[in-house]
């Protein structure tokens, strides 16, 4: 490389520099004197009065601090030293002894080469001393040289086989196909000259977190079978700034010299956020870095075969000029996968895997509604783990559906221990949830009820399979939902008579999608479609802020307050009609622990046991 400061030729220099220093200085003050002077003896200041009177000394120097004399005696090679006592009258001695005498002319230092010696000797040193340091730490921590503002450290992006294929990607039909059409430009971008066509710049894929978005660029420059130079947002933001804007311009050099390509932008809301949002002095570093992209994204030749790919789960923030056409105007959803798509992700992820021959994937993608890819791929693992513990070759469905639970509520907690009476009140809880659930017509089927307490502090889970992928909800879908939700507590409310915590999480769930019916599906009598609240962030949990007065707020919490406990009566009235069979599948459950959704259908539909069958 041209880079001057190239550290290999340079650290010897100094080295070698400072050694040389400390040798000569070394030599100075310690072996040079007593190579060219006569050795010194030092003597009191009487002796040398005597030796002055007895006529012995030859040559006298008299210094400020001290004086130097030698003797006639030629045998005597010693300079003799003496302090200097202040005597005024030793002019007069030496004088009378006929000594050759003298004071040394002190001459004053110039002041340049003594503001040399005082300050720029030792600034020098630190210097020195500072680079050695700051080179072996950036060794050691292996990062870039922190010194060169604005050059970046020639990082190699380039990784030239990704390996993926849209063979591993599974679902995700409709960005498979928009991508389709980059890879066959990348393979030949001549065709596409020929006619004119101009490919775009850059395709942006937004969707939620862990859908395969990385996965799928990754694919993209596998099936083309490009260089995939790979970076993500954050890595941009550096220490220093002008560090990230150099990082683009150097992305985009070597990205142009290995055309065709894909240079992949990973979470590029990072730099990519808008400029003008308002913050107190703004992002310096982040608003350059962005800048320097746009006008490389301007810069760069599109017929090359230099495609732009770049993903984020927060579009909304995006600045828009990055969406500009010429930019990233093409953008590509990447949703969360459907019943259909969930079981392929399942099959991608169990190829590797030693799966048992007859699974049933179809059972394990219905009780994940709403589960990303990573998730999915997450559960197939899970579930090989789990038949490893259980010393076993090839994993089951019970290793699946046990892995769901862990994915979603988190791990059995064998060691927990729960007393009896609250091992019956969450059985009667879940039963009441499952009951509640298998009494209305519109709820999923319950596929399963346990009362093995989860790390995740969940004592219970009643879990339901929807039948089928349902994209849109009915309101009564959604009322069933929050009678079936507020069905645990109702069973506690009847048996026991009072309540407990165990509900938080259904009040929780219950609230959310009662607020949400009122706020934003209108599904209430009163607001009807207005719509009183905004989403945010659609792809991150999707928080949203009301977007009303406060009187419509108080309103939307008296709604919302009205419709749960609609909800809960008519959940009650369920549970004390079938108040026999509430008794009978919540003592089969503190039995079984666990109970499919089989068993519970089996029971609910058998003739009522009489009391004393039951006992
Ligand atoms: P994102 O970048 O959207 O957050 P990733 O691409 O990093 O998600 O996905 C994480 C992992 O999840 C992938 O490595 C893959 O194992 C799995 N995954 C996600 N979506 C899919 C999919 N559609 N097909 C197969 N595997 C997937
Ligand atoms: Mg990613
Ligand atoms: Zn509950």
Redesign the pocket.
Known sequence: MNDIKNPKTKKPMIYYYVIALLVFMLLNTFLFPSLFRRTEREVDYSTFMNQLNEGQIQQVEVQDQKIEYILKDQEDWNIYVTGNMGDPNLVDKLEAADVIYGKEIQEPMSPLLYLLISVGFPILLFVGVGQLLSRTLQKKMGGGNAMTFGKSNAKVYVEAQTGKTFA?????DEAKEALGEIVDFLHNPKKYEAIGAQMPKGALLV?P???????LAKAVAGEASVPFFSISGSEFVEMFVGAGAARVRDLFRQAQEKAPCIVFIDEIDTIGKKRDSGVMGGNDEREQTLNQLLTEMDGFDGKKGVVILA?TNRPETLDKALLRPGRFDRRIP?EL?DLAGREA?LR??AKDKQMAPNIDYSVIARATAGA???EL?NIVNEAALRAVRNNRTQVEQGDLEEAVETVIAGYQRKSAVVSEKDKKIVAYHEIGHALVAAMQKHSAPVHKITIVPRTSGALGYTMQVEEEDTLLMSKEEAIDKITTYTGGRVAEEVIFGSITSGASNDIEQATKLARAMVTRLGMSDNFGMMALETVNNQYLGGDASLACSEETAAKIDQEVCTLIAQCHDHAKEILLQNMPKLHELASYLLEKETITGEEFMEILNAPVKSQEEQE
């Open positions: 591993d990607v599974a679902g995700e969707g977190p862990g859908t395969g978005k990385t996965l993903a990447v996968p992700i991608v992820h990303s890819g990573a791929a």
